[in-house]
């Protein structure tokens, strides 16, 4: 049972969390949200306090929204993904440019660029490392059903399936996530017993260079030990004028006797059209459990070029 709730954990945080390098060298994607910070913001001038962002980031359905939104628009999508060994040489590519496009109300996609490098795939044909299959079922796949309007985000409970606590762990980050071995309990931030080991940060900023916006940064205090927390850092872009999320940036690091990892991750969403769309998504981690070989992988994945 042991074994099989840690290789669910890998399944869960594989998918967790510029020009590329020459290819003995490590990719890595900026993960850096695109904001400018004007300034320090007094809260209170503006009758908003810590519990408000709070409040906006559990009840926030729009970056699960986002995804779905993607099935009714055509785009052009670049997707690069890099594996990398333990000397953290690159071991593998994956690299893609895509077009989706709507034709009579069904899902075309053409790839105008498909290339793989290294050791990608194994032998039945399946990914090499689970990060990338979790990858390619998140970002790739956010047009088949799993991504529905009647998903339980909300309500994942301990027998739910690993997507879908994945799912919840990404989209609507500071839940508790139960049935994960020894830190459920950890992903609950905003929880009593969690807000101890955090500081709270607040600014104003332009996001895109002309959206105003606040940054919530949810930053584990200097002094907390590292095994005390697993999310290290969660910033939250909300656009001034509407409140709504317009950016993520998760940096979530542990260790233990079983397992350890280390990911950062950014997403990225566009106003366009009176909706949200996933406009930049980057990764870059490793991580490590008995039993299994470790994993150390990038991607940087940008959508662009809407079209309803």
């Known amino acids: 049972m042991v074994k099989k709730n840690l290789l669910a954990f890998c399944f869960l945080l594989c998918a967790f969390s510029s020009k590329a390098q020459q290819p003995q060298r490590r990719f890595n994607p900026d993960t850096v949200l695109n904001v400018v910070i004007d300034s320090p913001v007094n809260i209170r001038s503006h009758k908003l306090n810590a519990q408000d962002f709070i409040d906006a980031v559990l009840a926030d359905t729009g970056f699960y929204k986002a995804f779905r939104n993607m099935k009714r628009y055509g785009f052009l999508a670049a997707n690069d993904i890099y594996t990398y060994d333990k000397k953290n040489k690159i071991d593998g590519e994956i690299h893609r440019r895509i077009k989706h496009s709507i034709v009579n109300g069904k899902l075309q996609t053409e790839y105008l660029f ?182 150390r992988a990038s991607f940087l994945i940008v959508q662009k070029d809407y079209k309803k």
């Open 114 to 295: 498909k290339q793989d490098k290294g050791n990608v795939y194994k032998h039945n044909g399946k990914y090499e490392l689970y990060t990338v299959e979790m990858f390619d079922y998140i970002f790739n796949n956010a047009y088949n059903s799993g991504f529905s309007a009647a998903d339980p985000l909300a309500g994942v409970g301990k027998n739910g399936s690993y997507k879908d606590k994945l799912k919840t762990l990404i989209f609507t980050p500071g839940r508790k996530v139960t049935g994960i071995p020894f830190i459920s309990g950890k992903t609950e931030i905003f929880g009593r017993d969690m807000r101890q080991f955090y500081y709270y940060e607040f600014a104003r900023g332009k996001y895109l260079d002309t959206i105003p916006v606040y940054r919530f940064k949810v930053i584990k205090k200097p002094s907390v030990a590292d095994g005390d927390v697993m999310i290290r850092e969660l910033t939250t872009i909300f656009d001034m004028r509407t409140f709504k999320i317009l950016g993520r940036y998760v940096d979530m690091k542990y260790s233990n006797f079983l397992f350890d990892f280390d990911v950062k991750m950014n997403i990225e969403l566009l106003p366009f059209n009176n909706e949200l769309l996933p406009a930049k998504i980057s990764y870059q981690g490793s991580w490590n459990v008995p039993f299994h070989k470790e994993e």
